[in-house]
C-alpha cells in the first residue's frame, strides 16, 4: 500500500476542485498497475464527488446542496452549520479501481472535491493505492 497526499487551498464556499489528474498522477508514481486508488477528505467540511464538470451540472450541484442544507436555514451551530450537513449527508471519500496503471474513470467523470464551508481553507486529501 502507498499513501500520498494532495494539498490545496479552497477560496470558500461552494468551490469544486478537480482531483482526477493529480490522482491519476500519483497512482503513476507508484507503479501500481492493479487494484484499488482511495481517495479520503480528512474534513468535516469537505465532500468528494464523481462527476461531469460541465458548468451547467455545478450549478445544479450547488443548488441541490442548497436544497439539502439551506444557507439561510435556521441552525443550533454557529456559523456554518450548513456545511457540516452537507458533509454528513455526501461522502468524504471514494474508491475507484485500477486498471493497468490508470484509474477508472466513467466517460466526462471526474473526481472532484466541493469544499462546503464558509471561509477559505487549507485543504488535503489522502490517496491511498493498494494493488500489484
Same mark, same amino acid.
Given at each position: 500500500?502507498i499513501t500520498q497526499t494532495l494539498t490545496f487551498s479552497t477560496k470558500g464556499e461552494i468551490e469544486f476542485v478537480d482531483l482526477s489528474e493529480n490522482v491519476?498522477?500519483?497512482?503513476?508514481?507508484?507503479?501500481?498497475?492493479?487494484? $484499488?486508488? !482511495?481517495?479520503?477528505? #480528512? !474534513?468535516?467540511?469537505?465532500?468528494?464527488?464523481?462527476?461531469?464538470?460541465? #458548468?451547467?451540472?455545478?450549478?445544479?450541484?450547488?443548488?441541490?446542496?442548497?436544497?439539502?442544507? #439551506?444557507?439561510?436555514?435556521?441552525?443550533? !451551530?454557529?456559523?456554518?452549520?450548513?456545511?457540516? $450537513?452537507?458533509? *454528513?449527508? $455526501?461522502?468524504?471519500?471514494?474508491?475507484? #479501481?485500477?486498471?493497468?496503471?490508470?484509474?477508472?474513470?466513467?466517460?466526462?467523470?471526474? $473526481? %472532484?472535491?466541493?469544499?462546503?464551508? %464558509?471561509?477559505?481553507?487549507?485543504?488535503? *486529501?489522502?490517496?491511498?493505492?493498494?494493488?500489484?
Open positions: 500500500m491519476q498522477e500519483a497512482v503513476t508514481r507508484s507503479n501500481v498497475k492493479n487494484g $484499488l486508488v !482511495h481517495v479520503f477528505a #480528512p !474534513h468535516a467540511t469537505g465532500i468528494i464527488i464523481l462527476t461531469e464538470l460541465e #458548468p451547467g451540472l455545478i450549478e445544479d450541484v450547488k443548488s441541490l446542496l442548497e436544497q439539502i442544507a #439551506p444557507s439561510h436555514g435556521r441552525y443550533h !451551530h454557529p456559523s456554518n452549520a450548513y456545511a457540516h $450537513l452537507r458533509s *454528513v449527508l $455526501l461522502p468524504p471519500e471514494r474508491t475507484l #479501481p485500477l486498471i493497468d496503471g490508470c484509474v477508472a474513470f466513467g466517460t466526462w467523470q471526474s $473526481l %472532484v472535491f466541493v469544499e462546503t464551508d %464558509v471561509h477559505p481553507r487549507q485543504r488535503k *486529501v489522502i490517496v491511498q493505492i493498494l494493488g500489484e
